[in-house]
Structure formats: C-alpha cells, structure tokens
T-cell receptor
Framework: DAGVTQSPTHLIKTRGQQVTLRCSPKSGHDTVSWYQQALGQGPQFIFQYYEEEERQRGNFPDRFSGHQFPNYSSELNVNALLLGDSALYLC?????????????FGPGTRLTVT | SQKIEQNSEALNIQEGKTATLTCNYTNYSPAYLQWYRQDPGRGPVFLLLIRENEKEKRKERLKVTFDTTLKQSLFHITASQPADSATYLCALVDSGTYKYIFGTGTRLKVLA
C-alpha cells in the first residue's frame, strides 16, 4: 500500500519563474491538502482539494493555485516565484468521509528560489 | 489575534525520563488537536489525536492531555529513548473552518 508520494524531491528555480509540484495521495484517500513549511516553522495551510475542487484556502495569494485530477492526485502551481517562496512544500492526504480524519504527509518537495 | 505556540527552544532530556511538550493556543475553538512527529527533511507523521471533549489520550509510551479552559495541550513521552529525538508539532483543527493550524514545533533531543 503506497503512501503519499511527491515529485520532484528538490527543485531550484529563478525568481519570476513558475513551478508545478505533484502529489499522489495514499491509496483510498480522496482529499489532498497542500502546506508550505519554511525552515524552523510549522506547516502553513495553502489549500485543500476534494472532488476536483478547492474546498478550503489559507492565506496565500492567487499566485498559488492547484488542481485535483479524477484519480485524486493533485498539483500545486506557483507563478511569479519570489525568494520568499523557498520552502518545503508538503502534500497531505485524507479521507473525507471520516468524521475525524488523520492526515498522511508525503516527504515534501524542497523548492529553492534564487 | 489567533496564535498557537510551542516552546521554540530545544528540549534536552536524559534517556529513560519523561519528556513533556507544551502547546498553547489563543482565540481558537479547536474541534480537536493532533500531535505529529517530524524528522529532518521528512514530512510530519501523525501520532495522536484528542477531541475537545476528551481530557486524555494514550498510545503506548505517548500521552496527550487537553485542557480547553487553560487552552493548552501537553504531550508526554515516557521512558524516552534516543530514537524519540525529533521535532514534535501540534496542530489544532478549528471548529469553525476545520482548517489545520500548526505550531512551530519543539525539537526534542534524548541523550543516551
């Protein structure tokens, strides 16, 4: 039973460029959440996708967008990259039908913006 | 303003002792609170969940308490081992939005 997988593992981009990060949820899970974790900080909630729609959003600008596919996998897109976007981007999956749900995190994508 | 705070200083304890980590929150109404473990360069791993109407939860050497009057959760690791060394994150799920809000984490080091 595969856990949450993310790709790529590491990424280096230049300021102003665009980036796409990918996530495959744990088998059987239908909800994907994305988080940004700066060094020494806790994860910050970006948004959550369920049934291919954005269900909730944190305090992130519109430069951050996402998508969920019919197989429940998800993408996070960041446009016009800033130096401050350098962080570990975490994907977490869960099952929406459970009243209280656990989140299973992937290993993350380390994004460096130069 | 809304805040969730963990002791940002690292906690060093001797092997075999009980480690106690604190999570305090302000201006939130948690539906429940979770604790995660995170190793360097890895994603957080879920450990325990406690609901707003529960006082205590246990799992093996782990114990979590939740005091909604004090707005505080305590996380205990008994008989600590060097392998318990990691950063521990608390996260509350707000009852209004059901969004996850994480603390900054406390780094625990268990000395052999």
């Amino acid at each position: 039973d595969a856990g949450v997988t993310q790709s790529p593992t590491h990424l280096i981009k230049t300021r102003g460029q665009q980036v796409t990060l990918r996530c495959s949820p744990k088998s059987g899970h239908d909800t994907v959440s994305w988080y940004q974790q700066a060094l020494g900080q806790g994860p910050q909630f970006i948004f959550q996708y369920y049934e291919e729609e954005e269900r909730q959003r944190g305090n992130f600008p519109d430069r951050f967008s996402g998508h969920q596919f019919p197989n429940y996998s998800s993408e996070l897109n960041v446009n016009a990259l800033l130096l401050g976007d350098s962080a570990l981007y975490l994907c977490a999956s869960s099952l929406a039908s459970t009243v209280v749900y656990e989140q299973y995190f992937g290993p993350g994508t380390r994004l460096t913006v130069t | 303003s809304q805040k969730i705070e963990q002791n940002s200083e690292a906690l060093n304890i001797q092997e075999g002792k009980t480690a106690t980590l604190t999570c305090n929150y302000t201006n939130y109404s948690p539906a429940y609170l979770q604790w995660y473990r995170q190793d360097p360069g890895r994603g957080p791993v879920f450990l325990l969940l406690i609901r707003e109407n529960e006082k205590e939860k246990r799992k093996e050497r782990l114990k979590v308490t939740f005091d909604t009057t004090l707005k505080q959760s305590l996380f205990h690791i008994t008989a600590s081992q060097p392998a318990d060394s990691a950063t521990y994150l608390c996260a509350l799920v707000d009852s209004g939005t059901y969004k996850y809000i994480f603390g900054t984490g406390t780094r625990l080091k268990v000395l052999a």
